[in-house]
């Protein structure tokens, strides 16, 4: 079990915070409250990076990063087809009253990669950090 917790904490801590290159990115607000972002580089129709913020609990936390784990490697295709069942999968035992998670870090992912098929005009790394901190 303790292994399990670590490689855990470990795989968020790798893929957790903004990416500098990344092409594609949403934000979406759960309605449990919960507020996931993920960032996504897409190269030759597949992504090849992820990275995630998540300012809810610790499951949102958890499957927001084995979701950009999953992501990575596959096409877009397959990245917008993304289930909470591959994720909670990935994620291992979640509690009942959390796999709502799992749902919110899919349809982040299926944001990002719309934001990547339909591109507007994106904040670079250093405005987004200023609406952050506010300066």
């Known amino acids: 079990m303790l292994d399990h917790v670590m490689t855990a904490i470990e795989e968020r801590a790798k893929r957790?915070?903004?990416m500098r290159d990344a092409n594609a990115y949403a934000k979406v607000h759960g309605e449990c409250g919960d507020t996931a972002e993920i960032w996504l580089r897409i190269d030759g129709g597949k992504i090849r990076r992820g990275s995630f913020m998540a300012d809810g609990c610790g499951w949102s936390r958890l499957c927001c990063a084995k979701a950009a784990a999953?992501?990575?490697g596959m096409t877009i295709e397959q990245a917008k087809r993304m289930?909470?069942?591959q994720v909670l999968e990935a994620a291992g035992?979640?509690?009942a009253?959390?796999?709502h998670c799992a749902l919110l870090a899919a349809e982040t992912i299926h944001s990002a990669v719309d934001d990547?098929?339909?591109p507007t005009t994106k904040p670079?790394?250093?405005q987004?950090?200023?609406?952050?901190?506010?300066k």
């Open 97 to 99: 009253d959390h796999r």
């Open 16 to 18: 957790f915070g903004p």
């Open 83 to 85: 289930t909470q069942a």
């Open 124 to 126: 670079t790394l250093s």
């Open 70 to 72: 999953l992501a990575e």
């Open 128 to 134: 987004w950090l200023k609406g952050i901190i506010g």
């Open 93 to 95: 035992e979640v509690p």
């Open 116 to 118: 990547f098929l339909n």
